[in-house]
């Protein structure tokens, strides 16, 4: 099974993605003092089994729930999503923003985010 497993830190987001599932989750706070340390190496091993996600019939699910992060953190995860939608094809990416209740930023930065990617994401209120 081929699976990117991240743990989180104070610093850094939970990373789960699942290839044969394709199922991807990002939560927590990022903000690392690398980001392109933290992120490469993510968006090489997605690039690297595009083959996997490109040939599974089933919809890539990404559920992102970052509560913090800084402007370098949301460069690449615009990276990371355009490499997704590339890979799979916008038709098939269903995308769950979710954001504390209270978090108004979060939920801009998410219909932006929705917007620059010309996608439809699911906003979850927690």
């Known amino acids: 099974m081929i699976k990117i497993q991240i743990k989180p830190t104070k610093q ?20 690392p003092e690398d980001v392109e340390l933290f992120y490469g190496p993510i968006i090489k091993k997605i690039d690297e089994y595009k083959k996997i996600l490109k040939s599974n019939p089933t919809h890539l699910k990404i559920d992102i729930h970052i509560v913090y992060f ?3 953190s949301l460069k690449f995860l615009l990276e990371l999503l355009r490499l997704c939608v590339f890979i799979k094809g916008p038709d098939s990416i ?14 801009e930065v998410g219909h932006e985010l929705s917007e620059a990617l ?9």
């Open 12 to 31: 850094t987001p939970e990373i789960s993605f699942d290839f044969e599932k394709a199922e991807f989750v990002i939560k927590g706070c990022s903000r």
């Open 94 to 107: 269903d995308i769950n923003w979710k954001y504390d209740k209270d978090d108004e930023d979060v939920m």
């Open 118 to 126: 010309n996608l439809s994401f699911v906003f979850v209120e927690n």
């Open 70 to 72: 800084n402007s370098s």
